[in-house]
């Protein structure tokens, strides 16, 4: 076996705002790796709770604090600080399971050209239990980008082991996003260079009500956004224009149903207001892809004539908003 300091360092971005409570378990998950040469920052957002404290604890470890700028920012803060040839980025409320580095750094060794590799991850609840089901895998093309384009198939951004150099390649994350800058990523990255998975566990995801996939609206508005300015590169390309075009129709039944959900939960609490909202941010977005009998099914009379004004104006423009010019 190689000696310890042959090996090339990992780091280990942990941005966090308003986690503390979290982050000590983030941490432990780290130091508990089975790589030797492991950098750990951790890059507090503007929090207002003991972020530093937490960090503080911990002897060897980078923390930096910035205003609060966005979970894109503080990973690209913490990608320019670190020193590793490799990087993961580890959400402050989320774990690693003790081989996750090893697993990564092996992958990558057997698949130089790849710009990154990913595996597999678990749910855990917010008490830190795990959740007994397992993410379902999908198939997928075997091309990275036409399987990008058909969704986020890495889920959970913290199984994925980066190549320092490829995020340098295309300028880390766009930190003008707020949401969707993981996938963003991985969509400019895999236009040019190839990714590998693996079937090893790595990562627990934790479930809890300040997840920011919880804001479905805001959420399926930035990921139209971000397949939105693929749309030069499939031009021309009828399987990829094929695939970005399942891509929007999956993003919007995802988030749609979501969006259905509250509308329903709006309805049974009469939030009137709330429910108008939603159903609006509902047709905007998804536009045809709802299915409008279960809606007006779902909905009292005092909301149909509102749905049906909506549907009005979203069958002019929603698809044009989004489909490959």
């Not at 397992?134 to 986020?152: K, S, T, V």
């Not at 049974?268 to 007006?296: F, H, K, M, Y």
Request: net charge positive; glycine share 6%.
């Amino acid at each position: 076996m190689a000696h310890a300091l042959d090996e090339p360092l990992i780091s280990v971005v942990i941005p966090c705002y308003n986690h503390a409570h979290f982050l000590a378990e983030a941490i432990e998950s780290v130091r508990a790796q089975s790589y030797p040469r492991i950098e750990i920052v951790v890059v507090d957002d503007g929090s207002t709770d003991q972020t530093a404290e937490v960090a503080r604890r911990y002897p060897g470890l980078r923390y930096l604090r910035q205003r609060n700028q966005g979970l894109a920012a503080a990973r690209n803060a913490g990608l320019h600080a670190s020193t590793g040839r490799y990087l993961v980025f580890l959400d402050a409320d989320d774990r690693l399971l003790p081989g996750a580095l090893h697993a990564g750094r092996e992958c990558l060794q057997e698949h130089p050209s790849c710009a990154f590799a990913f595996g597999r991850y678990r749910w855990i609840a917010a008490d830190g239990a795990v959740l007994p089901e397992l993410p379902e895998d999908r198939p997928r093309p075997p091309d990275a980008y036409q399987a990008f384009l058909e969704g986020n198939y890495v889920a959970m951004h913290s199984t994925a082991l980066f190549r320092r150099e490829a995020l340098f390649q295309v300028g880390g994350f766009d930190a003008r996003l707020r949401e969707c800058e993981d996938y963003d990523l991985y969509l400019r990255l895999t236009r040019t260079r190839p990714v590998a998975e693996h079937s090893a566990l790595l990562a627990e995801y934790r479930q809890h009500g300040s997840n920011m996939s919880a804001h479905a609206p805001r959420m399926l508005g930035t990921v139209l956004r971000v397949l939105r300015a693929q749309r030069d590169h499939v031009v021309g390309n009828p399987a990829y224009a094929a695939s970005y075009r399942k891509g929007v129709g999956a993003w919007r039944d995802y988030y749609g149903e979501q969006m259905l959900r509250e509308v329903r939960r709006c309805v049974r609490e009469r939030q009137w207001g709330d429910a108008r909202r939603t159903l609006g941010a509902l047709w905007r977005l998804c536009g045809a892809r709802i299915p409008n009998v279960l809606l007006l099914y779902a909905l009292p009379p005092k909301l149909r004539s509102a749905l049906r004004r909506l549907r009005q104006r979203a069958a002019r423009s929603a698809d044009l908003a989004v489909e490959p010019r």
